[in-house]
């Protein structure tokens, strides 16, 4: 301790710094432009925000005759579930922007000929997130809701209010979309050389296992909407695998070119 020169140990410490100076830049801006995207986004959404409010509504009213209207018990509440509301659903609009500009963080350097592979890794990602939104939306929350106003009767009687429930809606919308992004991280985590497809392989099991506990957590403990999320899962993270495979694949007889 008593040779240590701090001195001496700072240009080092700046040499370092220097090299993860450019990845941070160039992170900060991609961050900085979701973050546009997000509020621009969120922006639009406020001003549809009733309208939106009545869509998510909908299939809480036909889950059960007895709820036929929602409150709130405090004066700003509906204001704020507005506000929440909006922001929820712009981080969903915005997900195109996000993963591409995740995509591309990751993948710097493209060519011409990978910026289209880029276009088209960004639109199956979109389009598995919006398959999970829809699985979400369509399928599984009206079985939830059901569930859980079989529990209503005469003796008791349900009162949602507004904020809680439309949170819980965008929500399990916006975890289920999320959830249906496993094959594009494991491709993203492949292409950057973190893993290869043989780990998700031997790894399998406690991936499976991992899908169940959240299917089960994501849907209240529902069992029909647990499976419900659960298969779809299962099979997007062997197309993971296959995907991640082929990836590393192209990669190694690029190099070998």
């Known amino acids: 301790m008593g040779n240590y020169n701090l001195q001496s140990s700072i240009p080092a ?3 370092s710094l220097a090299v993860f100076r450019p990845h941070h830049l160039e992170l900060r ?10 509020v621009g986004f969120t922006a639009v959404a406020y001003i549809f925000a009733e309208k939106i409010a009545a869509l998510f509504i909908a299939p809480l009213f036909a889950a059960s005759p007895l709820v036929y209207r929602l409150v709130y018990t405090h004066l700003p509440e509906a204001f704020m579930a507005y506000i929440k509301l909006a922001f929820l659903v712009g981080l969903i609009a915005s997900m195109p922007v996000a993963l591409y500009q995740l995509w ?7 060519k011409k000929n990978e910026k289209r592979l880029a276009i088209t890794v960004v639109f199956w990602a979109m389009f598995l997130f919006t398959g999970g939104a829809c ?16 529990y209503a009767n005469e003796n008791l009687e349900p009162l949602p209010k507004l904020g809680l429930y439309l949170t819980f809606v965008a929500r399990t919308i916006l975890a289920f979309g999320i959830s249906f992004q496993i094959p594009f991280l494991m491709v993203t985590s492949g292409k950057a050389g973190f893993v290869q497809a043989s780990y998700f392989r031997q790894k399998r099991t406690y991936f ?11 849907t209240a403990g ?20 296959f995907l991640t495979a082929l990836f590393n694949r192209k990669k190694s007889e ?3 070119e």
């Open 222 to 241: 529902d069992l029909m909407a647990t499976v419900l999320l659960a298969v779809p899962l299962f099979l997007l993270y062997e197309a993971g695998i």
């Open 135 to 150: 699985l979400a939306f369509f399928v599984v929350l009206p079985k939830m809701l059901m569930y859980f106003m079989s």
């Open 13 to 15: 410490l700046e040499r």
């Open 104 to 110: 591309i963080f990751i993948s710097p350097g493209l």
């Open 254 to 256: 690029a190099k070998t």
């Open 29 to 38: 801006r991609r961050l900085l432009k979701v973050a546009l995207t997000v």
């Open 208 to 218: 499976y296992i991992a899908i169940v506990v959240l299917s089960f957590l994501l």
